[in-house]
């Protein structure tokens, strides 16, 4: 079965460095998404994306975060200067048809900022 | 201010025990996802319901849109469905998300 792919598993990164996440999403899907879980808490909307375009975004995605997809295949979250606040388990998914149609997680990338 | 809330927070029972999960939200919705997130924190998507009833193998899920609430039921539980069972709600076009339940299922 096709899945939502995401690397690095772990990423360790000083503080004020910028990260890049990447997701590769299921090849016929449209819609992609991230996610964000800080430890202990809960799982937290961050942004959607569809047609090369931001659809919607959360107050957690302010100008520190960026997303792109630079190519047919990955789907990529930036962080441009990060905090150590910016420390938790980032979730990419994917779905067909929007936001009515199941989402298809990856396995999360773990974000440690030092 | 939580748009969706899960009980109980932390579950156990014993194999073979029949479990109901809890999910009441705040906002108007289209739909609503249960997740599971096994203990290496990886997603999976379980049920997407916006009325009624869905079945799929020992997992139920429901939904009252009157009243809110969803609930999420599994039959002759089993220790891999030890896990933690997210229910989220679709308003608009943004996920909110309930604090999980944590259940463990003792052999």
């Known amino acids: 079965e096709p899945e939502v792919t995401q690397t690095p598993s772990h990423q360790v990164t000083q503080m004020g460095q910028e990260v890049i996440l990447r997701c590769v999403p299921i090849?016929?899907?449209?819609?992609f998404y991230w996610y964000r879980q800080i430890l202990g808490q809960k799982v937290e909307f961050l942004v959607s994306?569809?047609?090369?375009?931001?659809?919607?975004k959360s107050e957690i995605f302010d100008d520190q975060f960026s997303v792109e997809r630079p190519d047919g295949s990955n789907f990529t979250l930036k962080i441009r200067s990060t905090k150590l606040e910016d420390s938790a388990m980032y979730f990419c998914?994917?779905?067909?048809?929007?936001?009515?149609?199941?989402?298809?997680f990856g396995d999360g990338t773990r974000l440690s900022i030092l | 201010k939580n748009e969706v809330e899960q009980s109980p927070q932390n579950l156990t029972a014993q194999e073979g025990e029949f479990i109901t999960i809890n999910c009441s939200y705040s906002?108007?919705?289209?739909?609503l996802h249960w997740l599971q997130q096994h203990p290496g924190g990886g997603i999976v998507s379980l049920f997407m319901?916006?009325?009624g009833k869905k079945k799929h193998g020992r997992l139920i899920a429901t939904i009252n849109i009157q009243e809110k609430h969803s609930s999420l039921h599994i039959t002759a539980s089993h220790p891999r469905d030890s896990a933690v069972y997210i229910c989220?709600?679709?308003?608009?076009?943004?996920?909110?998300f309930g604090t999980g339940t944590s259940l463990t299922v003792i052999p």
């Open positions: 998914a994917s779905s067909w048809q929007g936001w009515n149609q199941p989402q298809h």
């Open positions: 090849s016929n899907h449209l819609y």
């Open positions: 994306f569809y047609n090369n375009e931001i659809s919607e």
């Open positions: 906002v108007g919705i289209s739909a």
């Open positions: 319901l916006s009325s």
């Open positions: 989220a709600a679709l308003t608009g076009n943004q996920f909110y």
